[in-house]
T-cell receptor, first 110, second 114 residues
Framework: RKEVEQDPGPFNVPEGATVAFNCTYSNSASQSFFWYRQDCRKEPKLLMS???SGNEDGRFTAQLNRASQYISLLIRDSKLSDSATYLC???????????FGRGTSLIVHP | EAQVTQNPRYLITVTGKKLTVTCSQN?????MSWYRQDPGLGLRQIYY???????DKGDVPEGYKVSRKEKRNFPLILESPSPNQTSLYFCASSVRAGRGYEQYFGPGTRLTVT
């Protein structure tokens, strides 16, 4: 089993839709979690951290489920500009070597 | 403006010709790292540095060298590039956030080795 797994997609949704991605991790010692967004041929950019209590930033909500070892990203009211690849990142406590998922592609169409 | 810069952005070279990709950050971050991104493999860490003169291997360090003589700069050196090092390279500068690190990436360097 890969350390961090994501459904590559693509998720093809209309504008205004709600879409959710999951990211599973295999190492129960994992302690920090992030979502990054990457546009085609561009650098990844931090979207949000994922806290144990979950967190919300506008249309984006991130959740952590430690029991089932996954994190999720929910995007409400999708915009065309949300089209990108979403990467999840997992760190073990004390480790500076993050593990990136391979990303989930989202395409929002008119 | 807080940023990470990389140079060059694009490079085509031949096997065995030494090259250096520069990386600089203006955020006074202690942590910096290099990644390569390949189709189907995702981002993989090559080397990282926790501070000046402190560097360590990531997941795929073979064929690469780094140095950290100043806090702001973290160059990646390919002493003898080979075609399997053709890739998209990202430098990142990081800041501690809770139990992990938030990373800020440079714009990338697309390297082709023929």
């Amino acid at each position: 089993r890969k350390e961090v797994e994501q459904d590559p997609g693509p998720f093809n949704v209309p504008e205004g839709a709600t879409v959710a991605f999951n990211c599973t991790y295999s190492n129960s010692a994992s302690q920090s979690f992030f979502w990054y967004r990457q546009d085609c041929r561009k650098e990844p950019k931090l979207l949000m951290s994922v806290y144990s209590s979950g967190n919300e930033d506008g249309r984006f909500t991130a959740q952590l489920n430690r029991a089932s070892q996954y994190i999720s990203l929910l995007i409400r009211d999708s915009k065309l500009s949300d089209s990108a690849t979403y990467l999840c990142v997992v760190n073990k406590e004390g480790s500076y070597i993050p593990t990136f998922g391979r990303g989930t592609s989202l395409i929002v169409h008119p | 403006e807080a940023q990470v810069t990389q140079n060059p952005r694009y490079l085509i070279t031949v096997t065995g010709k030494k090259l250096t990709v520069t990386c600089s950050q203006n955020m006074n971050h202690e942590y910096m790292s290099w990644y390569r991104q390949d189709p189907g493999l995702g981002l993989r860490q090559i080397y990282y540095s926790m501070n000046v003169e402190v560097t360590d291997k990531g997941d795929v360090p073979e064929g690469y060298k780094v140095s950290r003589k100043e806090k702001r700069n973290f160059p990646l050196i390919l002493e003898s590039p080979s075609p399997n090092q053709t890739s998209l390279y990202f430098c990142a500068s990081s800041v501690r956030a809770g139990r992990g690190y938030e990373q800020y990436f440079g714009p990338g360097t697309r390297l082709t080795v023929t």
